[in-house]
């Protein structure tokens, strides 16, 4: 695995573009969202034949959201990336699954989970539906471990800490004997949030 500029994802996807001689991932979509790459995660599975090889590029974008497309980069393209040591290659896969949408629900599917939800109390699992439901962003909370720059629901010993990280510090901490309690707490949290509520404006 390597880490790759923006800059690079966009000068390779021009280079592919005009020398064919392999898939230039989605050069448009690359420009429309150029300025809100954080950074670019490149994945190599195998060559093509044209003696190239092959690759996912895992985009992040700083609202959050992440992209994965398929381009093709030259052995000394490739070589000349920064390559990742194991520690940091799991971290970043890991925050790509945490940012990566869920699949939508079915109709059916979420008429039951509105059923269960408002039968009673909540826990971990039907919070977790309901936050998909309402599309909050999946990089905006953290359900069951501490993540930087996220609201979090932790359980220690016990208890449930409803809490905002940042830099190591818990920012407004709530302690709930009650794992319902908690939930209703860190859904409210998050409703709470003007910019988390913009993102999930239907109307928008």
Same mark, same amino acid.
């Given at each position: 695995?390597?880490?790759?500029?923006?800059?690079?994802?966009?000068?390779?996807?021009?280079?592919?573009?005009?020398?064919?001689?392999?898939?230039? #991932?989605?050069?448009?979509?690359? %420009?429309?969202? =150029?300025?809100?790459? *954080?950074? $670019?995660?490149?994945? /190599? +599975?195998?060559?093509?034949?044209?003696?190239?090889?092959?690759?996912?590029?895992?985009?992040?974008?700083?609202?959050?959201?992440?992209?994965?497309?398929?381009?093709?980069?030259?052995?000394?393209?490739?070589?000349?990336?920064?390559?990742?040591?194991?520690?940091?290659?799991?971290?970043?896969?890991?925050?790509?699954?945490?940012?990566?949408?869920?699949?939508?629900?079915?109709?059916?599917?979420?008429?039951?989970?509105?059923?269960?939800?408002?039968?009673? #109390?909540?826990?971990?699992?039907? %919070?977790?539906? =309901?936050?998909?439901? *309402?599309? $909050?962003?999946?990089? /905006? +909370?953290?359900?069951?471990?501490?993540?930087?720059?996220?609201?979090?629901?932790?359980?220690?010993?016990?208890?449930?800490?409803?809490?905002?990280?940042?830099?190591?510090?818990?920012?407004?901490?709530?302690?709930?004997?009650?794992?319902?309690?908690?939930?209703?707490?860190?859904?409210?949290?998050?409703?709470?949030?003007?910019?988390?509520?913009?993102?999930?404006?239907?109307?928008?």
């Amino acid at each position: 695995m390597k880490e790759m500029p923006a800059e690079e994802l966009v000068a390779i996807a021009r280079r592919r573009g005009s020398d064919g001689r392999g898939t230039d #991932g989605r050069p448009q979509w690359v %420009l429309d969202h =150029r300025a809100s790459i *954080e950074s $670019v995660l490149l994945v /190599a +599975y195998g060559p093509n034949p044209v003696r190239m090889l092959r690759c996912n590029a895992i985009v992040f974008l700083r609202d959050a959201a992440v992209g994965r497309l398929p381009i093709h980069l030259t052995e000394p393209e490739y070589d000349g990336l920064r390559p990742l040591g194991n520690r940091e290659a799991a971290r970043l896969l890991r925050e790509a699954l945490m940012r990566y949408p869920f699949t939508e629900f079915d109709a059916k599917q979420a008429a039951e989970w509105r059923a269960v939800l408002e039968g009673g #109390g909540m826990t971990i699992v039907e %919070l977790a539906a =309901r936050l998909q439901a *309402e599309r $909050v962003p999946a990089g /905006a +909370y953290s359900i069951g471990v501490d993540v930087n720059e996220s609201y979090c629901l932790v359980p220690e010993e016990e208890h449930w800490h409803v809490y905002y990280s940042e830099r190591g510090h818990r920012i407004d901490e709530r302690v709930f004997a009650n794992e319902s309690e908690a939930c209703r707490a860190f859904l409210d949290a998050l409703r709470d949030d003007a910019l988390l509520a913009e993102s999930t404006d239907p109307e928008q």
